[in-house]
T-cell receptor, first 114, second 114 residues
């Protein structure tokens, strides 16, 4: 069965500092990987996705993520965090079976200090 | 705005009652998904429909049922409600049903069972 682990429940960074959110997955084949962001009271917005090809993927809002098969990881990075990035971030792995269910990690809540 | 519309936004009901949550997918999307987000279980996949047919099923309770209508909107019916059913219920949609297809999420319906 597929699973996703986000080891950090909370992270606090200063505005302007760099950010890395960790994500480890378990999946039998080549995974489809996603990062979503959820702002308070909002739905989930897709930041970026990895299906195949280049292991470094660029997303919206200046985010990027790197797929490392050897480490079963898909960490999210941003070189300079803005106060508006404060939100909860979810990593997810998608099934490539008949359906398209996403299995989400537990989320990482990001707080940004001024 | 993702283009996925969920109604109502908030719902408060008593234990033992039945409620219906409604979802209108993005224009052109044929597949609809339901997810539950709770504090103890996190984000969990419930069920997926594609063009009116059930496509994939997750950890959906027997007290819960869903369907997708010919106009592609979907309803999630929750019956014999318990306190533990209090959660944020998300609908998502995608153009295709298969693995890796990008899913767009609505803003959710917050259900409170008292």
């Amino acid at each position: 069965a597929q699973s996703v682990t986000q080891p950090d429940i909370h992270i606090t960074v200063s505005e302007g500092a760099s950010l890395e959110l960790r994500c480890n997955y378990s999946y039998g084949a080549t995974p489809y990987l996603f990062w979503y962001v959820q702002s308070p009271g909002q739905g989930l917005q897709l930041l970026l996705k990895y299906f195949s090809g280049d292991t470094l993927v660029q997303g919206i809002k200046g985010f990027e993520a790197e797929f490392k098969r050897s480490q079963s990881s898909f960490n999210l990075r941003k070189p300079s965090v803005h106060w508006s990035d404060a939100a909860e971030y979810f990593c997810a792995v998608g099934s490539n079976n008949a359906g398209n269910m996403l299995t989400f990690g537990g989320g990482t809540r990001l707080m940004v200090k001024p | 705005d993702s283009g996925v519309t969920q109604t109502p936004k908030h719902l408060i009901t008593a234990t033992g009652q039945r409620v219906t949550l409604r979802c209108s997918p993005r224009s052109g999307d044929l597949s609809v998904y339901w997810y539950q987000q709770s504090l103890d279980q996190g984000l969990q996949f419930l069920i997926q429909y594609y063009n009116g047919e059930e496509r994939a099923k997750g950890n959906i309770l027997e007290r819960f049922s869903a369907q997708q209508f010919p106009d592609l909107h979907s309803e999630l019916n929750l019956s014999s409600l318990e306190l533990g059913d209090s959660a944020l219920y998300f609908c998502a949609s995608s153009v295709a049903p298969g693995g890796g297809t990008e899913a767009f999420f609505g803003q959710g319906t917050r259900l409170t069972v008292v």
